[in-house]
Protein backbone atom coordinates (compact mmCIF):
# COMPACT_ATOMS: atom_id res chain seq x y z
CA UNK A 1 0.00 0.00 0.00
CA UNK A 2 0.97 3.17 -1.41
CA UNK A 3 2.53 5.88 2.36
CA UNK A 4 -0.23 7.90 1.12
CA UNK A 5 -0.11 9.92 4.34
CA UNK A 6 2.49 12.48 3.40
CA UNK A 7 -0.04 13.93 1.35
CA UNK A 8 -0.50 15.86 4.38
CA UNK A 9 1.30 18.88 2.62
CA UNK A 10 -2.12 19.57 0.06
CA UNK A 11 -3.70 19.47 3.48
CA UNK A 12 -2.51 21.38 6.53
CA UNK A 13 -3.24 25.44 5.76
CA UNK A 14 0.79 25.88 6.08
CA UNK A 15 1.97 23.86 3.29
CA UNK A 16 4.69 23.41 5.16
CA UNK A 17 4.75 27.08 6.29
CA UNK A 18 5.61 29.30 9.37
CA UNK A 19 3.01 31.81 11.18
CA UNK A 20 4.46 34.96 12.12
CA UNK A 21 3.34 34.62 14.98
CA UNK A 22 5.80 31.30 15.87
CA UNK A 23 8.34 33.60 14.40
CA UNK A 24 8.38 36.02 16.65
CA UNK A 25 7.65 34.45 19.60
CA UNK A 26 10.09 32.51 21.79
CA UNK A 27 11.30 29.22 19.58
CA UNK A 28 11.99 25.36 19.53
CA UNK A 29 15.89 26.04 19.34
CA UNK A 30 17.45 26.08 15.90
CA UNK A 31 20.58 25.92 14.72
CA UNK A 32 22.42 27.78 11.87
CA UNK A 33 26.00 26.17 10.53
CA UNK A 34 28.35 27.24 8.16
CA UNK A 35 28.46 26.17 4.58
CA UNK A 36 30.59 23.43 3.98
CA UNK A 37 34.12 24.72 2.64
CA UNK A 38 34.06 27.64 5.94
CA UNK A 39 31.68 29.68 3.64
CA UNK A 40 29.06 32.35 5.10
CA UNK A 41 26.94 31.02 7.62
CA UNK A 42 23.71 28.87 6.58
CA UNK A 43 20.33 30.70 7.57
CA UNK A 44 18.92 30.18 10.62
CA UNK A 45 15.72 27.48 10.20
CA UNK A 46 13.26 29.97 11.02
CA UNK A 47 13.95 32.28 8.35
CA UNK A 48 14.21 29.38 5.53
CA UNK A 49 10.13 28.62 6.81
CA UNK A 50 9.94 31.93 6.75
CA UNK A 51 10.93 32.71 2.85
CA UNK A 52 8.50 29.74 1.89
CA UNK A 53 5.52 31.32 3.76
CA UNK A 54 6.03 34.40 1.66
CA UNK A 55 6.84 32.48 -1.55
CA UNK A 56 3.26 30.32 -1.37
CA UNK A 57 1.25 33.26 -0.21
CA UNK A 58 1.85 34.74 3.13
CA UNK A 59 0.71 34.06 6.52
CA UNK A 60 -2.69 36.28 6.45
CA UNK A 61 -4.17 33.84 3.85
CA UNK A 62 -2.75 30.60 5.16
CA UNK A 63 -4.62 31.68 8.52
CA UNK A 64 -7.89 32.09 6.69
CA UNK A 65 -7.83 28.24 5.73
CA UNK A 66 -10.34 26.41 7.93
CA UNK A 67 -10.80 23.06 6.67
CA UNK A 68 -9.43 21.43 2.94
CA UNK A 69 -10.28 18.97 0.55
CA UNK A 70 -8.11 17.49 -2.19
CA UNK A 71 -8.45 15.06 -4.48
CA UNK A 72 -5.61 13.56 -6.87
CA UNK A 73 -4.74 10.31 -8.93
CA UNK A 74 -1.74 8.10 -8.17
CA UNK A 75 0.11 5.76 -10.17
CA UNK A 76 2.70 3.15 -9.74
CA UNK A 77 4.41 2.68 -13.13
CA UNK A 78 6.64 -0.16 -12.66
CA UNK A 79 3.46 -1.79 -11.82
CA UNK A 80 0.90 -0.84 -14.20
CA UNK A 81 -1.41 -0.01 -10.56
CA UNK A 82 -3.50 3.51 -10.41
CA UNK A 83 -5.99 4.71 -8.56
CA UNK A 84 -7.75 7.86 -6.85
CA UNK A 85 -7.21 9.13 -3.23
CA UNK A 86 -9.29 11.75 -1.52
CA UNK A 87 -7.96 13.75 1.82
CA UNK A 88 -9.57 15.78 3.82
CA UNK A 89 -8.87 17.70 7.19
CA UNK A 90 -9.88 20.38 9.41
CA UNK A 91 -8.67 22.15 12.71
CA UNK A 92 -7.06 21.84 14.54
CA UNK A 93 -6.03 17.95 13.97
CA UNK A 94 -8.78 16.20 12.36
CA UNK A 95 -7.69 14.32 8.83
CA UNK A 96 -9.06 11.41 7.14
CA UNK A 97 -7.49 9.56 3.78
CA UNK A 98 -9.34 7.50 1.28
CA UNK A 99 -7.07 5.50 -1.73
CA UNK A 100 -8.82 3.56 -3.93
CA UNK A 101 -7.65 0.04 -5.15
CA UNK A 102 -8.69 -0.91 -8.31
CA UNK A 103 -10.41 -4.11 -8.19
CA UNK A 104 -9.45 -4.46 -3.84
CA UNK A 105 -11.12 -1.61 -2.35
CA UNK A 106 -10.28 1.46 -0.19
CA UNK A 107 -8.00 1.65 2.61
CA UNK A 108 -9.01 4.69 5.18
CA UNK A 109 -6.10 5.91 7.37
CA UNK A 110 -7.91 8.86 10.13
CA UNK A 111 -7.61 10.63 12.78
CA UNK A 112 -10.42 12.42 14.56
CA UNK A 113 -8.27 14.53 17.21
CA UNK A 114 -7.93 11.80 19.91
CA UNK A 115 -8.56 7.95 18.08
CA UNK A 116 -6.76 7.08 15.22
CA UNK A 117 -7.98 4.14 12.94
CA UNK A 118 -7.52 2.46 9.65
CA UNK A 119 -9.43 0.50 7.74
CA UNK A 120 -8.66 -1.66 4.54
CA UNK A 121 -10.21 -3.54 2.30
CA UNK A 122 -11.78 -6.59 3.22
CA UNK A 123 -10.39 -6.26 7.08
CA UNK A 124 -12.47 -4.62 9.85
CA UNK A 125 -11.36 -0.88 10.50
CA UNK A 126 -8.58 -0.96 13.92
CA UNK A 127 -7.53 1.37 16.31
CA UNK A 128 -3.67 2.77 15.49
CA UNK A 129 -1.29 2.79 18.71
CA UNK A 130 2.50 3.55 19.63
CA UNK A 131 4.34 4.71 17.15
CA UNK A 132 2.17 4.44 14.14
CA UNK A 133 -0.70 6.59 16.33
CA UNK A 134 2.23 9.31 17.31
CA UNK A 135 3.51 9.50 13.52
CA UNK A 136 -0.75 10.30 12.99
CA UNK A 137 -0.87 12.13 15.00
CA UNK A 138 2.06 14.86 14.40
CA UNK A 139 0.72 14.79 10.39
CA UNK A 140 -2.84 15.05 11.24
CA UNK A 141 -2.27 18.56 12.72
CA UNK A 142 -3.69 20.96 10.67
CA UNK A 143 -0.93 23.46 11.29
CA UNK A 144 1.89 20.84 11.85
CA UNK A 145 3.48 22.84 8.74
CA UNK A 146 3.58 25.77 10.10
CA UNK A 147 6.17 24.23 12.43
CA UNK A 148 4.32 25.43 15.36
CA UNK A 149 6.96 25.58 18.70
CA UNK A 150 4.79 23.14 20.77
CA UNK A 151 4.95 20.69 18.07
CA UNK A 152 8.59 20.55 17.81
CA UNK A 153 12.04 20.12 20.30
CA UNK A 154 14.07 21.21 17.67
CA UNK A 155 14.56 22.68 13.97
CA UNK A 156 17.74 22.81 12.74
CA UNK A 157 19.69 24.09 8.93
CA UNK A 158 21.89 21.07 8.42
CA UNK A 159 23.52 22.21 5.01
CA UNK A 160 22.56 23.32 1.21
CA UNK A 161 23.99 20.51 -1.64
CA UNK A 162 21.97 19.02 -4.21
CA UNK A 163 18.16 17.96 -4.03
CA UNK A 164 16.26 16.30 -6.90
CA UNK A 165 19.13 18.03 -9.41
CA UNK A 166 18.17 21.83 -7.72
CA UNK A 167 20.43 23.09 -4.52
CA UNK A 168 18.74 23.42 -1.66
CA UNK A 169 18.39 23.58 2.70
CA UNK A 170 18.46 20.78 4.32
CA UNK A 171 16.41 21.42 7.76
CA UNK A 172 16.15 18.22 10.28
CA UNK A 173 13.38 18.59 12.54
CA UNK A 174 12.56 16.77 15.42
CA UNK A 175 9.31 16.59 16.60
CA UNK A 176 7.78 16.66 20.48
CA UNK A 177 6.58 13.23 20.12
CA UNK A 178 10.67 12.06 19.12
CA UNK A 179 10.41 11.53 15.42
CA UNK A 180 12.52 13.13 13.18
CA UNK A 181 13.37 13.86 9.13
CA UNK A 182 14.46 15.92 6.79
CA UNK A 183 13.12 18.55 4.93
CA UNK A 184 14.09 20.59 1.62
CA UNK A 185 13.92 23.69 0.43
CA UNK A 186 14.63 25.32 -2.61
CA UNK A 187 17.74 28.15 -2.35
CA UNK A 188 16.43 30.45 -5.26
CA UNK A 189 12.52 30.38 -4.65
CA UNK A 190 12.41 29.85 -1.18
CA UNK A 191 9.94 26.73 -2.00
CA UNK A 192 9.51 23.01 0.04
CA UNK A 193 11.03 20.81 -2.29
CA UNK A 194 10.32 18.07 -0.37
CA UNK A 195 12.08 15.54 2.18
CA UNK A 196 13.10 11.88 3.69
CA UNK A 197 11.05 10.43 6.58
CA UNK A 198 10.59 7.36 8.60
CA UNK A 199 7.05 5.81 7.70
CA UNK A 200 5.71 3.09 9.81
CA UNK A 201 3.98 -0.03 7.82
CA UNK A 202 2.74 -3.20 8.67
CA UNK A 203 6.07 -4.91 7.82
CA UNK A 204 7.94 -2.30 10.09
CA UNK A 205 9.63 1.06 9.70
CA UNK A 206 10.89 2.23 5.81
CA UNK A 207 12.51 5.91 4.71
CA UNK A 208 10.33 7.74 2.39
CA UNK A 209 11.56 10.21 0.15
CA UNK A 210 9.13 12.66 -1.67
CA UNK A 211 9.38 15.65 -4.22
CA UNK A 212 7.16 18.32 -4.90
CA UNK A 213 6.59 20.19 -7.43
CA UNK A 214 4.62 22.08 -9.97
CA UNK A 215 3.22 25.07 -7.82
CA UNK A 216 0.24 26.61 -8.78
CA UNK A 217 -2.23 29.44 -6.97
CA UNK A 218 -5.45 27.95 -5.32
CA UNK A 219 -7.40 30.81 -3.82
CA UNK A 220 -4.08 33.08 -3.81
CA UNK A 221 -1.97 30.34 -2.11
CA UNK A 222 0.67 28.73 -4.05
CA UNK A 223 -0.19 24.82 -4.18
CA UNK A 224 2.26 21.97 -5.12
CA UNK A 225 0.26 20.02 -7.66
CA UNK A 226 2.72 16.68 -8.16
CA UNK A 227 4.07 14.71 -6.02
CA UNK A 228 6.45 11.53 -6.15
CA UNK A 229 7.20 9.11 -3.63
CA UNK A 230 10.39 7.01 -3.47
CA UNK A 231 10.28 4.08 -1.13
CA UNK A 232 11.73 0.30 -0.73
CA UNK A 233 12.65 0.81 -4.05
CA UNK A 234 9.30 1.29 -5.34
CA UNK A 235 8.11 4.95 -7.00
CA UNK A 236 4.94 6.20 -6.82
CA UNK A 237 3.75 9.51 -8.41
CA UNK A 238 0.87 11.27 -7.43
CA UNK A 239 -0.98 14.40 -9.74
CA UNK A 240 -3.67 16.81 -7.91
CA UNK A 241 -6.57 17.48 -9.70
CA UNK A 242 -8.83 19.10 -6.90
CA UNK A 243 -8.31 21.05 -4.13
CA UNK A 244 -11.46 23.00 -2.57
CA UNK A 245 -10.45 25.32 1.17
CA UNK A 246 -12.94 25.26 3.79
CA UNK A 247 -16.11 23.28 2.33
CA UNK A 248 -15.12 19.74 4.92
CA UNK A 249 -18.34 18.46 6.54
CA UNK A 250 -16.91 17.40 10.18
CA UNK A 251 -19.22 14.62 9.96
CA UNK A 252 -16.52 12.72 7.43
CA UNK A 253 -14.28 12.26 10.34
CA UNK A 254 -16.57 10.46 12.65
CA UNK A 255 -15.84 7.07 14.17
CA UNK A 256 -17.01 4.03 12.14
CA UNK A 257 -20.18 1.91 14.18
CA UNK A 258 -17.40 -1.08 14.98
CA UNK A 259 -15.01 1.55 16.73
CA UNK A 260 -17.65 3.50 18.86
CA UNK A 261 -18.16 0.31 21.34
CA UNK A 262 -15.00 -1.23 20.91
CA UNK A 263 -13.36 -1.32 24.10
CA UNK A 264 -9.56 0.32 23.64
CA UNK A 265 -5.86 -1.63 23.72
Same mark, same amino acid.
Request: hydrophobic share 40%.
Given at each position: ?6 ? !? ?40 ? !? ?11 ? !? ?23 VFTA ?156 QVDG ?15
Amino acid at each position: MPPMREL !RRWCGAGLVAASAAALAAPSAPTTARRAQGGGAPLPDAREVI !RRHVEAVGGERLL !RKIQSRYVWARYEFPARQLHGTVEVFTARPDKRIVKVEYPDLGTEITAYDGTTGWTSKPGERPKRLNGAALAQLRDQSQFDFDLHPDSLFRSIATMDVGDFEGRPCYRLRLVSTTGRQWFEYYDVQSGLFAGNVFPQETDGGPVTVKTIVSDYQPIEGIRVPMKLVIRAAGVEEDVKVMRVRENQVDGAVFALPPALRTAPMR
